[in-house]
């Protein structure tokens, strides 16, 4: 046990599941990319979600999240004050002003694959400078993580990392929500709160791979669980936003497996 975390709960991936990670994570950037550029005012979410699913399947991979505890939809398509998890519905259209995240998973390849995970925050249209902001800092902070990750840190640095940023820039982050492992399952060990102490926690081992995803909220930290069942809201209506990486730990450092190759 370190800090209360039992390390053999934590998977070490094989260089074999690493590289399926790494090809079901160039599908997923791939199908975020294509799905941003199609999020304009007026079109639905559902229509998104539809592109989306059929993104993934054509290259061989299949949606993670779609069936995973009931949720219904390939995309998690939160807008404005929803923080996480909102399914795309059908006649949800998106409107000028609009901030949306896109959160994904994809499983590659489709029998015994493993997964990988990793959202986006954009503009719909024009939006207000603070909005804009918001998104900015929320993935600057995943980006500080993601540079501190290699072996022989402390998870809590990573979470410390987070929410020193965020509220340097006098917004908040999420703490009812947390990131994760992910590889064998959509969810595993440990769990990464965005906010934390240094020196706390799991210390980072090669081969873990974590889903990193600071989720910030424009006002109080505060969340609720809306009538959907599904849909995690600010409780204040405030803009939230949200990045999401599932980062590799390597031997000299990390790699973001959710990334296009350049």
Same mark, same amino acid.
């Given at each position: ?46 229509? $998104?979600?539809?592109?989306?699913? %059929? +993104?993934?399947?054509? #290259?061989?991979?299949? *949606?993670?999240? !779609?069936?995973?505890? &009931?949720?219904?939809?390939? $995309?998690?398509?939160?807008?404005? %004050? +929803?923080?996480?998890? #909102?399914?795309?519905? *059908?006649?949800? !259209?998106?409107?000028? &002003?609009?901030?949306?995240? $896109? ?160």
């Amino acid at each position: 046990m370190v800090n209360g975390v039992n390390l053999f709960m934590i998977i070490i991936k094989t260089n074999k599941e690493i590289e399926f990670m790494r090809q079901g994570g160039r599908i997923l950037a791939r199908v975020l990319k294509l799905v941003a550029e199609r999020a304009r005012p007026g079109v639905g979410t559902k229509e $998104l979600d539809e592109f989306a699913e %059929s +993104e993934i399947r054509k #290259a061989g991979g299949q *949606p993670a999240f !779609k069936g995973y505890r &009931g949720f219904p939809s390939t $995309l998690c398509t939160s807008i404005n %004050s +929803e923080v996480v998890h #909102a399914p795309a519905i *059908p006649d949800r !259209k998106l409107k000028e &002003g609009d901030i949306l995240s $896109l959160d994904a998973g994809v499983r590659y390849p489709v029998k015994k694959g493993m997964v990988v995970d990793a959202a986006i925050t954009l503009p719909v249209g024009k939006v207000s400078h603070k909005a804009k902001r918001l998104i900015k800092v929320t993935k600057k902070s995943l980006d500080l993580a993601i540079k501190k990750i290699r072996p022989g840190i402390y998870l809590g640095d990573i979470s410390f990392t987070i929410q020193n940023f965020v509220e340097k820039n006098n917004f908040n982050v999420i703490r009812e929500l947390v990131g994760h492992g992910v590889g064998r399952r959509v969810h595993e060990e440990p769990q990464i709160p965005n906010y934390g102490l240094k020196k706390t926690g799991p210390i980072l081992q090669p081969g873990m791979t974590l889903a990193i995803e600071p989720m910030v909220a424009m006002g109080d930290f505060s969340v609720m669980l809306d009538k959907d069942k599904q849909t995690f809201k600010t409780k204040d209506g405030s803009l939230s936003a949200h990045f999401e990486h599932t980062v590799l730990v390597t031997e000299k450092g990390s790699e973001v497996l959710t990334c296009m190759p350049s």
